[in-house]
């Protein structure tokens, strides 16, 4: 007798969409390709080398129905063995049963007669690939796990009775290591403080590989990523189905994602899979940077002394730079969502690389400024000694509050005009004058980068603000430590300035102020800055934040920066957003920023190649 009842919506999508991997038992499909040949899922889990010769011989199933219900059991097999040991490797039965899942997922994929295409719309080819990546993702992880046994010169090797080709790669780690110190599967990170998480859909299993620690003696003003996102597929032996399903020889493919988006396989181009915000996300995580930029801003222990900077991505030639300068007490963690966002954009991650600048913001601005500056000259060097490539050409600069202080100076001309900053007296002679003149000019004389033609400021107080005389203020400023470094400097310049009849506490003395003095309304440096012309080919716009406003805009303020600070005359573009000083990490700005990189991306395109005048205002 046959009866027929009725099923909830959500229960029929369940049970539809149910495998081995998801909800821990085989899917309707493998369950029915059981029935044809007359075996149940509890025999085969009893006999289970029965059950698979049974499947794998019979003669009345196809090649797709075959092949992926071996799939699935060979899956079941692996997981069964797959239990936490502690820190004991996979055994070998257990990375065999998922080697074979992977081959016969792979002969299912590229050699039954239908091709992928063919099976856009089956949910059995979703499945098939699932299967496929998971396999990919536990044996890569046991690879991963055998290589330090392997040394430097190994072609290939034998593991659970497979022959293991040496990796094939293009994927850059920093200082050009080798191999990571750790391999990161992808999908089992989950992330508080992000708010989405950005992946691409494909074939392989996505990792975050991390870069050995840094060589002892070797820092310098950028560095490469320490966490790169690596896809992985297992290539299995053969040109036939036969070939394939007989081989016990397989190699991993290692593919950059930045750099690669399909991957091709028995003549297919087919999609790679990635996951863009798994690097960052982990790098943001383990970075300490919350606590070591509040270090720096006090002067202590274990903060930073110079400037940094942190590329997101392997370094590409072809692709444009956006520059990223965070604000006072702040890190690249102020650019959580923002960079993750930009590099979710699918057309902004193909054509754009983020450099996140970290500096010690207890430094004067003008400091910072020249420190900064000759941190972005020695990395652009460094990756591009003849200036030719794309990425030296139509950079963007993005700063927020004091950083964009800063991003509007590394566009501006000084001129002569900070020069009265500094009063001398008028006995100094002429030689002492020229050597004070010659070491200072590098904080007080400064021409736009050449490389950059558009800019981007965020609740920047370009006028400096009133906040900062306020009480709290000026408690916090009196714990700022000046950067050992500044104080040397302006001290042998102090001597410098000295004169025949200074002696002891009659020595003239310069002021030095620290970052909160630097962003008062009234502080000289400030005041003065604020009127320097910004470069005639940048063009540059703001993002303001509104916070509580209750009346017309000019007298609005952000709660922190006033509006007449942060607004600039001539800007391209000005939007205000009701937001407190963060204004960076609301959805609105971020996604005025994506208009903004495809606004200089189109422009960028428009012109033609030429190269970077090399020099100018540099250190």
């Not at 039954?112 to 496929?132: C, H, K, M, N, S």
């Not at 200082?175 to 990161?184: C, G, K, N, S, T």
């Not at 990523?225 to 992985?232: A, E, Q, R």
């Not at 102020?513 to 003065?528: G, H, K, Q, V």
């Amino acid at each position: 007798m046959v009866g027929v009842s009725r099923i909830k919506h959500d229960d029929y999508a369940n049970e539809r969409r149910a495998d081995v991997i998801g909800a821990a038992r085989l899917s309707d499909g493998t369950v029915q390709v059981l029935n044809v040949v007359a075996l149940t899922a509890d025999s085969c889990q009893q006999a289970f080398a029965a059950c698979s010769e049974t499947v794998a011989q019979s003669s009345g199933l196809t090649d797709e129905q075959r092949l992926s219900a071996l799939s699935e059991l060979w899956m079941g097999r692996a997981l069964r063995g797959d239990r936490p040991k502690g820190r004991t490797p996979m055994d070998a039965a257990t990375l065999d049963a998922y080697l074979q899942s992977a081959r016969y997922a792979y002969a299912y994929l590229f050699y039954t007669e239908r091709p992928l295409a063919a099976r856009a719309f089956d949910l059995r080819q979703v499945q098939v690939i699932g299967f496929y990546n998971y396999a990919v993702q536990r044996a890569v992880s046991r690879f991963f796990e055998a290589l330090p046994q392997l040394g430097r010169q190994w072609t290939q090797t034998e593991l659970a009775g497979w022959k293991v080709l040496r990796p094939q790669t293009d994927l850059r780690l920093a200082d050009d290591a080798r191999v990571p110190a750790e391999l990161i599967p992808a999908a089992g990170l989950r992330f508080r403080g992000l708010r989405n998480v950005y992946r691409r859909d494909g074939f392989g299993s996505d990792f975050v590989a991390v870069a050995p620690p840094h060589a002892p003696g070797n820092e310098v003003a950028w560095r490469d990523p320490d966490y790169v996102s690596m896809t992985g597929a297992l290539m299995f032996d053969g040109d036939t189905l036969a070939q394939v399903l007989a081989t016990r020889q397989v190699q991993l493919v290692v593919r950059d994602p930045y750099r690669d988006d399909t991957l091709t396989i028995a003549g297919r181009s087919v999609p790679l899979g990635a996951n863009f915000t798994a690097a960052y996300g982990v790098w943001l995580a383990r970075s300490g940077f919350a606590s070591q930029s509040i270090r720096s801003l006090l002067g202590r222990e274990g903060g930073i002394q110079t400037p940094r900077v942190l590329l997101m991505q392997p370094y590409d030639p072809d692709r444009l730079v956006v520059v990223m300068l965070h604000g006072l007490a702040s890190s690249p963690e102020a650019w959580i969502n923002v960079a993750n966002e930009v590099m979710g954009d699918e057309e902004l991650r193909r054509n754009y690389q983020v450099w996140e600048v970290y500096y010690p913001t207890n430094a004067p601005v003008a400091v910072n400024l020249a420190n900064i500056r000759k941190a972005l000259d020695a990395t652009l060097r460094h990756y591009d000694p003849t200036g030719r490539a794309r990425a030296s050409r139509d950079m963007t600069l993005i700063g927020h509050s004091m950083g964009g202080v800063v991003a509007r100076l590394l566009v501006s001309s000084s001129g002569d005009r900070l020069w009265d900053l500094i009063p001398l007296r008028p006995n100094l002679p002429a030689a002492k004058r020229a050597r004070f003149r010659a070491r200072l000019s590098r904080y007080l004389q400064f021409t736009p980068m050449p490389q950059v033609d558009r800019a981007v400021f965020l609740a920047s107080p370009h006028r400096g603000t009133p906040y900062a005389q306020h009480r709290l203020a000026r408690w916090i400023g009196n714990l700022i430590r000046l950067p050992v470094g500044v104080l040397k400097e302006m001290a042998s310049l102090t001597e410098l300035v000295k004169t025949d009849g200074d002696e002891g506490n009659n020595a003239p003395l310069l002021r030095i102020p620290n970052s909160i003095d630097n962003l008062s309304d009234t502080d000289p440096f400030i005041i003065a800055a604020a009127g320097l012309p910004i470069s005639s080919r940048v063009h540059y716009h703001t993002i303001v934040g509104v916070y509580k406003n209750r009346g017309p805009l000019q007298d609005s303020s952000d709660g922190v920066v006033p509006y007449k600070s942060a607004h600039l005359d001539g800007a391209d573009s000005e939007l205000a957003i009701p937001s407190w000083h963060s204004v960076q990490e609301t959805p609105a700005a971020i996604l005025e920023l994506r208009r903004i990189l495809r606004l200089q991306l189109a422009s960028a395109n428009r012109r033609q190649p030429a190269p970077v005048p090399k020099g100018a205002g540099g250190d």
